[in-house]
């Protein structure tokens, strides 16, 4: 037994997962009854993510503003123009996608207690909100965008502290690091258990009657992660981009695939960003709002379904407002939460640009769901790589000017 577990230890990770994510399948096809308990450590694998990664970045954050020396450049600027660009690029190749092979629906019961948002200024609003939420309460609950508003001025406010106070501060993030660590290493039995879950409770044939809207979705996140996201980071560093997409998708796409949540997969970008060797003043700012606003997957699942509903309805559209559609996915992105189905609420908004009805809207509401459990972890994959993707391309692309050798197999 001792020499196994040496053995499985001395696997990477990813095939770890991919040996458990087997396991699951196996299980929850053949024996679905005997399995379902194993799903329990699905959920205690996403609880003990979610648990530890609020406090996490509070740390990491104050921890790398207090300890920020003058004159060293971060690249923050950079890494917000390639989220907003890559999220806005990603509602538009979801419009072409949607105008290139048209899909109508099957339309479901409506989804009832959901109260989506009445239009982008209250989408705004409630971001802005959100950066000023109490803190404890922001922990509380997961409000990554208010736990870093406060995480930035308690590190500004920390600047002239006691070397010994900082001291502690980073010893906390590095103690809270190691647990995130642990915790990780759990990810094999984890994803076993979630891929039961999800196998026993909806099933596959679920999902055939909408296969032509799935193929739709997951066409436009592929394209999207091996075209547009791989040319914007070879604009920007002038290499091959494709070894570090991989890496991303690999390291970081398959834990979100399964956790169906961008903020529970913080700690595994952190843990990557670190591997590839980025400045932690910078990811630790990056990767927190990234799981916040860089929300590709959710303004292709939100223009896809939106123009699902429009040609179901036999709405003519024109270039111009398929345009103002790509904007507004983008935007209403930036306002999706990061947990799972966190997108969905926001499809009855960009269709009010249309004048359909919130009935109907709802209704498709109620198909994304339907569809979600492969919908959204693959919005997940999408969205919480790319954190990753282009915070390390931000960096990157300063070493370019600098003369620095790039090494992404590091």
């Known amino acids: 037994m001792k020499n196994l577990m040496k053995k499985w230890n001395g696997l990477s990770l990813v095939k770890r ?3 458990g994510l087997i396991i699951g399948i196996i299980l929850a096809v053949t024996i679905p009854n005997v399995a379902k308990p194993l799903s329990i450590f699905g959920s205690l694998f996403v609880g003990a993510l979610k648990a530890i990664a609020p406090i996490l970045v509070l740390f990491l954050v104050t921890s790398a503003i207090s300890q920020h020396k003058s004159g060293h450049e971060t690249n923050m600027k950079t890494v917000i123009i390639l989220y907003l660009l890559g999220t806005f690029l990603a509602g ?9 092979f048209p899909v109508s629906l099957t339309l479901v019961a409506g989804v009832e207690n959901i109260t989506p948002p009445g239009g982008v200024v209250e989408v705004l609003k409630a ?8 803190p404890v309460k922001a ?9 870093l508003a406060w995480a ?4 500004f406010a920390l600047k002239n502290a006691a070397s010994s106070t900082k001291l502690i501060i980073s010893n906390v993030s590095d103690a809270l690091s190691q647990m995130v660590v642990w915790v990780i290493n759990f990810a094999p039995l984890g994803i076993m258990g979630l891929v039961v879950d999800t196998i026993v409770t909806s099933g596959i044939a679920s999902l055939l009657s909408y296969g032509k809207l799935l193929l739709l979705l997951l066409g436009s996140m592929i394209f999207v992660a091996l075209v547009v996201n791989p040319i914007m980071v070879y604009v920007a560093i002038r290499q091959n981009p ?10 970081s796409g398959i834990t979100a695939f399964f956790t169906r949540s ?17 400045d932690k003043d910078t990811y ?20 896809v379904l939106t123009l699902a509903a429009v040609h179901t309805l036999g709405i003519q559209v024109d270039i111009g407002t398929a345009i103002i559609l790509s904007v507004l996915s983008a935007v209403s992105a930036c306002g999706a939460s990061g947990v799972a189905g966190g997108s969905l609420l926001l499809v009855p908004l960009a269709c009010s640009l249309f004048g359909v009805p919130s009935d109907i809207a709802m209704q498709v509401v109620g198909v994304g769901f339907i569809v979600g459990v492969i919908q959204d972890s693959a919005e997940t994959a999408l969205n919480s790589s790319t954190d990753a993707l282009f915070t390390a391309t931000a960096e990157y692309s300063k070493w370019r000017k600098e003369g620095k050798k790039i090494n992404i197999s590091k």
């Open 284 to 303: 630790s700012v990056s990767i927190p709002l990234g799981a916040t606003i860089n929300m590709a997957g959710a303004a292709i699942t939100i223009s």
């Open 262 to 278: 961008s903020a529970a997969n913080i700690p595994v970008n952190m843990s990557l960003c670190e591997e590839l060797g980025l």
């Open 92 to 100: 538009l190749v979801a419009v072409i996608a949607s105008f290139m």
């Open 139 to 147: 922990l509380f609950n997961a409000n990554y965008i208010g736990i």
């Open 242 to 251: 494709y070894p570090l997409v991989f890496k991303c998708l690999k390291e």
């Open 127 to 134: 971001l802005l909100l959100n950066l000023v939420d109490n």
């Open 152 to 155: 930035v001025i308690l590190g």
């Open 17 to 19: 997962i991919i040996i």
